[in-house]
């Protein structure tokens, strides 16, 4: 059986990262070591946690670079905040598929790719363009080599990711979660307060939620089925980050992101979004990262920087640099119906754990 090389990515901390960036990274690294461990018991011949300074190296060129450094038989990449909730049964799926004889893909999930298993990782991706994520990788091959693509799709809980420490306090006393640093009590307050309340008017029957960016039917059924209270989505801007990969299939998008909330937010102002979604409903999960698209484009080199994202995350807008996002943030805290701003995770696989109680500490 060919033995299976997994390399789990993690990238370096940019020169200057402020307090947050550095909280992530401490929670990226200590899931990198458990993910290490975990390969390893589950037959990975051996596990590389590969650091690489941040830099606009398109994530196609550095996995090419790897493949030719490390030569695997069958190869697992995977991000190094990917699947934090992943059980052994999920890790030993992956080292199976990578080690089979014949060429074969497994990922998480085949449009939005986290972590992929490679079998004949040499011959797969010969020819593997610049692709700037792993999110599209599963979608070039199976659209571009004809190699047989699977994915674990049905299993949600392996499309939970850590982008942003917001994602730590949702994950918070979750079922399989590893125990991860989290951002300090004084920095996690606002967003446990607001997540309690939340978590109270999804139990109840008379109140209306709003969920407005990235999310699924697979998640909007979650929620018909486990919580009480009415759902209002607004569903927006789904394969942001998997755009490209169409786009090098010769099927680029027609038009660039565009968000109904976003819409509003450009006529009245980024701070009308605490009276915009009170009118909608008695509590809202929003996907920030839509409302960055939709004003700035997909290329996050030109958003504000991951700090002032991550501060605004955990509504913290005296943290926030960038006029237009603090106002936002701002807006967000001080809205007379709770809000939390977040990206993907918090509207699409996060969901379940923002309005699910926890089990162990936290705000409810």
């Known amino acids: 059986m060919p033995e299976v090389t997994v390399v789990i990515l993690a990238p370096e901390l940019a020169a200057g990262a402020g307090p947050l960036e550095r909280a992530l990274d401490a929670a990226r690294t200590a899931l990198a070591e458990h993910h290490r461990a975990g390969f390893l018991a589950s037959g990975a011949a051996r596990v590389v946690v590969h650091r690489e300074p941040p830099d606009d190296t398109p994530f196609g060129a550095r996995l090419r670079r790897l493949v030719e450094m490390l030569r695997p038989e069958g190869l697992v990449v995977l991000g190094g905040g990917a699947i934090p909730l992943a059980a052994a049964a999920d890790r030993r799926a992956f080292i199976e598929a990578a080690a089979s004889d014949a060429p074969g893909v497994l990922a998480n999930h085949r449009y939005s790719a986290d972590v992929i298993a490679i079998a004949r990782a040499g011959d797969v991706l010969a020819d593997l363009p610049d692709l700037p994520s792993d999110n599209a990788l599963p979608r070039w091959l199976a659209e571009s080599t004809g190699v047989a693509v699977r994915d674990l799709s049905a299993r949600r809980r392996l499309a939970m990711d850590i982008d942003s420490p917001l994602d730590l306090l949702l994950l918070e006393g979750a079922i399989g979660a590893p125990a991860l640093p989290l951002p300090g009590d004084d920095e996690a307050a606002p967003v446990r307060e607001r997540l309690g309340a939340l978590r109270r008017l999804a139990a109840q029957p008379t109140a209306e939620l709003l969920v407005a960016g990235r999310t699924s039917a697979a998640d909007l059924r979650w929620l018909e089925r486990h919580t009480r209270a009415r759902t209002r989505a607004l569903v927006e801007e789904r394969g942001l980050r998997t755009a490209t990969a169409a786009a090098l ?29 009170a009118a909608l409903c008695d509590g809202a999960l929003v996907d920030s990262r839509v409302l960055l698209a939709h004003r700035l484009g997909t290329d996050e080199r030109a958003w504000p920087p991951p700090e002032d994202r991550f501060a605004a995350d955990l509504l913290l807008p005296d943290r926030v640099v960038d006029p237009w996002l603090r106002s936002l943030a701002e807006a967000a805290a001080a809205a007379p119906v709770p809000v939390v701003l977040g990206a993907h995770s918090l509207v699409g696989p996060g969901v379940r754990l923002a309005l699910r109680r926890p089990r162990g500490r936290g705000p409810g």
């Open 249 to 277: 299939l010769g099927r680029p998008n027609r038009r660039p992101p565009r968000s109904l909330l976003g819409e509003l937010l450009d006529r009245d102002g980024p701070a009308s979004l605490g009276r915009h979604v």
